[in-house]
C-alpha cells in the first residue's frame, strides 16, 4: 500500500479478532474519558461506509468498525457464501475514513456454540424485508445486540439505506435500555442516483444501466408526495408504472408507509412524514432503497442534496 494513499495524519486501524481484546481497548479508552463511536457492517466496505466512519470518527474519540459477514442474518438459498469480502481493503478504507479500530471477529468468535438466546422486536420485523426474508431481522437484531454488549457504552452509526434495519436497531436498544445512541446517516449515492451497496457487484453492465430507475421512482413517489398527494395506494402506483418500464427488475415491493410503524395508513395527512421504500431482484441481485418526503411540503435543496450525496472516501 503506498503512502501517498493516505493522508499524512492517517494511522491504519488496529485489526482486533477476539472480543476479550476488543473489551479490553474499549473500557481503557473510556477509562480514560474518551467516547467510543461503533459502525457495524459485513465489509466489503465503499463510500456509503466511509460516510458512517467519517461522521463516527468527527465525532467519538475512538471509533471501532466491525466487519462481520453475519450467518443468522442470511436465509437458505441466500448469497452468505458468495457474499464479497476483502479485510486488507476495509482495512484501508476504514482507515482513510477515521476508524482505530477494525473488529474482525470469526464466526467462531462471534457464536462459540449453538446460539440459544436470540432477539426478536415484534411488529416491524415482519413487514417489507421481514415478508421477503423470514428470519433476517432476528439474525439482524441478535448479532447487533452482541456488537452492543461488546463494545459497551457508545454511539452506534447505521444507513438509512437500510431503513428498516435502523428502525429495528433503534427500537431494539430503547426497548431493552442498551447504553448505546443509535444514530441513522443519509445514503450515499453514485452520482446517477444509486445507492452504494456491496451487492451492487452482483450487477451485470446492462443491469447496473437500468439500476438508476430505483431512485428515479423514488424521487416519482417523493414529488407526489410533496405535492399533496395522501393515498398510499397512488403512490405506490407511481414508484411501480416507473419500474415497470424495465423488465429486468422483478419488483417486490415499492411503498409508501409511516416511518416508524412501516405500515401503510388508509391515508396520510398534509404534514406527515412518509416513507417510500423499494425493493427489487435485479438480475443476481436483490436491491434495497427508500426515501422520505411530507404531505404537501416541497422538498427542500437540503433534502435532495443529503439524498444524492457522493462523499468520496
Ligand atoms: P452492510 O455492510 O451492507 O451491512 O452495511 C453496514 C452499514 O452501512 C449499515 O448501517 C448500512 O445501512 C450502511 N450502508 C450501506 N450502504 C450505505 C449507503 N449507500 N449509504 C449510507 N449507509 C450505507
Redesign the pocket.
Given at each position: 500500500m503506498s503512502p501517498e494513499r493516505h493522508a499524512p495524519t492517517t494511522v491504519l486501524p488496529v485489526i482486533v479478532t477476539t472480543a476479550a481484546e476488543l473489551g479490553a481497548r474499549l473500557d481503557a479508552a473510556r477509562a480514560e474519558g474518551r467516547t467510543v463511536g461503533l459502525?457495524?457492517?459485513?465489509?466489503?466496505?465503499?463510500?456509503?461506509?466511509a460516510?458512517?466512519i467519517r461522521l463516527a470518527a468527527e465525532r467519538c474519540d475512538v471509533t471501532v468498525v466491525s466487519v462481520f459477514v453475519n450467518p443468522l442474518q442470511f436465509g437458505a438459498g441466500e448469497d452468505f457464501e458468495a457474499y464479497p469480502r476483502d479485510l486488507d481493503a476495509d482495512a484501508d478504507l476504514a482507515g482513510r475514513a477515521g476508524a482505530d479500530v477494525v473488529f474482525a471477529p470469526p464466526v467462531e468468535e462471534m457464536y462459540p456454540r449453538p446460539i440459544q438466546t436470540t432477539v426478536h422486536v415484534d411488529g416491524i420485523t415482519t413487514v417489507l424485508e421481514g415478508a421477503f426474508r423470514p428470519g433476517h431481522f432476528d439474525g439482524v437484531s441478535t448479532v447487533v445486540a452482541k456488537l452492543f454488549a461488546l463494545t459497551g457504552r457508545c454511539r452506534a452509526?447505521?444507513?438509512?439505506?437500510?431503513w428498516q434495519?435502523?428502525a429495528v436497531v433503534r427500537r431494539m436498544a430503547a426497548d431493552l435500555s442498551m447504553p448505546v445512541a443509535v444514530i441513522g446517516?443519509?445514503?450515499?449515492?453514485e452520482p446517477d442516483g444509486l445507492?452504494?451497496?456491496?451487492?451492487n457487484v452482483y450487477l451485470s453492465p446492462a443491469e447496473r444501466e437500468v439500476a438508476p430507475l430505483i431512485h428515479l421512482a423514488l424521487q416519482a413517489g417523493a414529488q407526489l408526495v410533496a405535492d399533496g398527494e395522501t393515498d398510499p395506494v397512488s403512490i405506490s402506483s407511481v414508484m411501480v408504472s416507473v419500474l415497470a418500464t424495465e423488465p429486468a427488475f422483478d419488483l417486490h415491493y415499492a411503498v409508501a408507509v409511516d416511518p416508524h410503524s412501516l405500515v401503510s395508513p388508509p391515508a396520510f395527512h398534509p404534514g406527515d412524514e412518509v416513507r417510500l421504500l423499494v425493493a427489487t431482484r435485479l438480475g443476481r441481485a436483490r436491491l434495497i432503497d427508500n426515501a422520505g418526503a411530507i404531505v404537501g411540503l416541497p422538498q427542500t435543496p437540503y433534502d435532495r442534496k443529503a439524498d444524492t450525496t457522493c462523499a468520496g472516501a
Amino acid at each position: 500500500m503506498s503512502p501517498e494513499r493516505h493522508a499524512p495524519t492517517t494511522v491504519l486501524p488496529v485489526i482486533v479478532t477476539t472480543a476479550a481484546e476488543l473489551g479490553a481497548r474499549l473500557d481503557a479508552a473510556r477509562a480514560e474519558g474518551r467516547t467510543v463511536g461503533l459502525v457495524p457492517t459485513m465489509g466489503a466496505l465503499h463510500r456509503g461506509h466511509a460516510g458512517l466512519i467519517r461522521l463516527a470518527a468527527e465525532r467519538c474519540d475512538v471509533t471501532v468498525v466491525s466487519v462481520f459477514v453475519n450467518p443468522l442474518q442470511f436465509g437458505a438459498g441466500e448469497d452468505f457464501e458468495a457474499y464479497p469480502r476483502d479485510l486488507d481493503a476495509d482495512a484501508d478504507l476504514a482507515g482513510r475514513a477515521g476508524a482505530d479500530v477494525v473488529f474482525a471477529p470469526p464466526v467462531e468468535e462471534m457464536y462459540p456454540r449453538p446460539i440459544q438466546t436470540t432477539v426478536h422486536v415484534d411488529g416491524i420485523t415482519t413487514v417489507l424485508e421481514g415478508a421477503f426474508r423470514p428470519g433476517h431481522f432476528d439474525g439482524v437484531s441478535t448479532v447487533v445486540a452482541k456488537l452492543f454488549a461488546l463494545t459497551g457504552r457508545c454511539r452506534a452509526y447505521f444507513g438509512e439505506k437500510d431503513w428498516q434495519q435502523l428502525a429495528v436497531v433503534r427500537r431494539m436498544a430503547a426497548d431493552l435500555s442498551m447504553p448505546v445512541a443509535v444514530i441513522g446517516v443519509p445514503t450515499v449515492r453514485e452520482p446517477d442516483g444509486l445507492a452504494l451497496s456491496s451487492r451492487n457487484v452482483y450487477l451485470s453492465p446492462a443491469e447496473r444501466e437500468v439500476a438508476p430507475l430505483i431512485h428515479l421512482a423514488l424521487q416519482a413517489g417523493a414529488q407526489l408526495v410533496a405535492d399533496g398527494e395522501t393515498d398510499p395506494v397512488s403512490i405506490s402506483s407511481v414508484m411501480v408504472s416507473v419500474l415497470a418500464t424495465e423488465p429486468a427488475f422483478d419488483l417486490h415491493y415499492a411503498v409508501a408507509v409511516d416511518p416508524h410503524s412501516l405500515v401503510s395508513p388508509p391515508a396520510f395527512h398534509p404534514g406527515d412524514e412518509v416513507r417510500l421504500l423499494v425493493a427489487t431482484r435485479l438480475g443476481r441481485a436483490r436491491l434495497i432503497d427508500n426515501a422520505g418526503a411530507i404531505v404537501g411540503l416541497p422538498q427542500t435543496p437540503y433534502d435532495r442534496k443529503a439524498d444524492t450525496t457522493c462523499a468520496g472516501a
